[in-house]
């Protein structure tokens, strides 16, 4: 049985967190700026920090799941949680690569997004996260 809850959690962590889109910590020129489409590496840094304090909650303590049946396993499976952290620092718009650019088809290590640019990297996200997490099955358990 397919459980969509991690699926779901880390595609909309990703949106909400993508530094630039509604904020960025720090700022450029501020500690706080909302809205700005920019971004830079200790940004992606801080929104990765709390992408995974944030999936940790979701997931693991609190247990999201949106299946019919409950998994009935005791160990935990931090292979949602440290598949989407490394595929949010990775996928975020500016710092690898951004796909499209602001003046280009395609951008590496612009530290810049736009509204294009977190919607085609949303769905890179999703595709990457569940063909892991779904199809493959990739679980990482621990005791």
């Not at 840094?45 to 009935?72: D, E, N, Q, T």
């Not at 990297?121 to 892991?132: D, G, K, N």
Request: hydrophobic share 55%.
């Amino acid at each position: 049985m397919s459980d969509w809850g991690p699926v779901f959690v880390a595609v909309v962590l990703f949106i909400l967190l993508t530094p630039g889109l509604l904020i960025q910590v720090p700022g450029k020129s501020r500690a706080i700026e909302f809205g700005n489409f920019q971004t830079s590496g200790v940004s992606i840094l801080v929104h990765s920090i709390i992408y995974f304090a944030l999936i940790c909650i979701l997931l693991l303590a609190i247990g999201i799941h949106m299946s019919i049946k409950r998994p009935s396993a005791i160990n935990v499976d931090w292979a949602p949680v440290l598949v989407g952290v490394v595929l949010f620092v990775l996928l975020s718009p500016g710092l690898l690569f951004s796909f499209p650019g602001n003046g280009k088809q395609l951008e590496f290590g612009s530290m810049k997004t736009n509204g294009k640019a977190i919607a085609i990297h949303t769905l890179l996200f999703f595709a990457i996260y569940a063909v892991l997490i779904m199809a493959v099955h990739l679980h990482i358990y621990t005791g």
